[in-house]
């Protein structure tokens, strides 16, 4: 299927809103930060509505009852926030482009419609573009040329310049607002999306101007997560036990990978900055990575990772059971997490790779963030350092072992014995 050409745009120029130091309010009108506030205390009378990392996972925002906050990650530090009047209602979804001061918001309360997506420029400490729908907006991507809006069953791309309508892509339901665009510099944008069958992945191709599907899953999809340049895209259901990787250029099926036995929610995927690594978050309070066998060279943005990375990634662990694979269910053969985190069961994390070495970074709505460091060499967890502000955790995680047999035989157990296939 092909898709409507369109028109070039000359590209907006974000180079004035970058914030050149983050220790330094960029604007009077911005609320500066001489003693940042822990998440963890502002939780206390601030109810979280939405974090969501950046499109370089160097910063993160926070959306609450009243207003938005931007933090960085490395170090962990309120670059800037924004306080509306509580008449106002709250920030129910916030995205930052970049590193600059551009925010997509979307608001959540009595006065504040949710059918509305605003473009802020809190540099300006004004709304620079306003975009309406008849229904709840689910969510927003955005790129240096493009702004994505989902909707429950469409999305819409518009141009960043003149906010001109380009596509509009019909869905089946979708409810949390699945959308992925890639991030790499030019106009061949990547987008992914829910199709119109159930499981069913959409692969919009605007540099070839193609359309692909992908059947990724039976059942309703749940997750969606895709490469900086476009080339891979990963896919969780609502089941919530099987993760599965596709080359999104012809739809191939690269390798799938078991978060484990019991039905999940799963909350986030993430691929790190060369594909290497794969970490998905659940509502079972893990995180679990993988390692993948992709070919990462046009995504190798930092090759000093290289060596540790693929140290780790090439000792994904296969069940001890993988050498009766066909008399057995698929179970027994199944690739499975290097190393997994384990965290407070039930609350919801979201998970990105840090741009240090080896790290993985998780968000929780619990306004606690954990920073995780993969250390091939060790063989058990220990946390090294703990500091009260933000609740901020730096601990190593070892390389889990492949999982023995007894645990199998537990995990059948639970799920219905051999009922369990994928």
């Known amino acids: 299927m092909a898709l409507t050409p369109t028109e070039s745009e ?16 960029q604007s009077n ?9 822990p998440i963890s205390d502002m939780a206390q009378d601030t109810a979280l509505l ?3 990392f950046n499109q370089d996972q160097g910063c993160f925002t926070v959306g609450t009852d009243h207003g938005f906050r931007v933090y960085t990650c490395d170090p962990v530090q309120e670059m800037f926030r924004r306080d509306f009047d509580e008449t106002r209602g709250g920030i129910g979804f916030v995205q930052m482009l970049f590193r600059s001061q551009i925010l997509a918001i979307v608001p959540r309360g009595p006065n504040g419609p949710p ?27 955005l790129r240096r040329d493009r702004i994505v809006v989902v909707l429950a069953q469409k999305v819409f791309v518009y141009d960043f310049v003149g906010f001109k309508l380009l596509h509009q892509i019909e869905t089946a339901s979708n409810p949390i607002g699945l959308c992925e665009v890639s991030q790499a510099p ?24 193609r359309t692909r599907f992908i059947h990724a899953h039976d059942s309703m999809l749940a997750c969606l997560a895709l490469t900086q340049d476009g080339r891979f895209v990963a896919t969780a259901s609502s089941r ?11 739809g191939s099926l690269i390798q799938e990978v078991r978060r484990g036995a ?35 060279g046009a995504l190798a943005t930092d090759r000093s990772r290289g060596v540790s990375e693929r140290s780790l990634s090439n000792s994904s662990a296969i069940s001890s059971l993988s050498f009766i694979r066909g008399v057995l269910p698929r179970y027994f053969s199944s690739e499975w997490s290097v190393a997994q985190f384990r965290l407070q069961e039930g609350l919801q994390y979201i998970v990105a790779f840090g741009h240090q070495k080896n790290t993985v970074i998780i968000l929780g709505m619990d306004g606690r963030i954990f920073c995780y460091l993969l250390d091939p060499n060790t063989s058990y967890p220990t946390c090294f350092e703990e500091q009260e502000w933000l609740k901020w955790y730096l601990s190593i995680i070892v390389r889990i072992l492949p999982i023995p047999l007894f645990t199998l035989v537990v995990n059948l157990l639970k799920s219905g014995l051999l009922y369990v296939c994928g």
Request: a neutral charge.
């Open 10 to 25: 000359p590209e907006p120029d974000f180079e004035s809103f970058l914030i050149p130091n983050f220790s330094e309010p």
């Open 29 to 37: 009108t911005t609320k500066p930060v001489s003693n940042p506030k």
């Open 50 to 52: 939405h974090v969501s």
């Open 115 to 141: 059918t509305k997506a605003f473009i802020w420029d809190d540099h300006a400490s004004r709304c620079f573009g306003e975009l309406s729908f008849r229904s709840e907006v689910k969510s927003v991507r």
């Open 186 to 209: 030019g106009p061949n944008m990547v987008l992914v999306c829910p199709g119109l069958q159930t499981g069913q992945v959409r692969v919009d191709d605007y540099g070839s101007k």
């Open 240 to 250: 919530g036990t099987l993760v599965r990787v596709f080359n999104a250029f012809d």
């Open 262 to 296: 019991e039905r999940a929610v799963i909350y986030s995927i993430a691929f790190s900055s060369t594909a290497q690594w794969l970490a998905v978050s659940s509502d079972k309070g893990t995180v679990h990575v993988f390692g993948l066998k992709v070919d990462s």
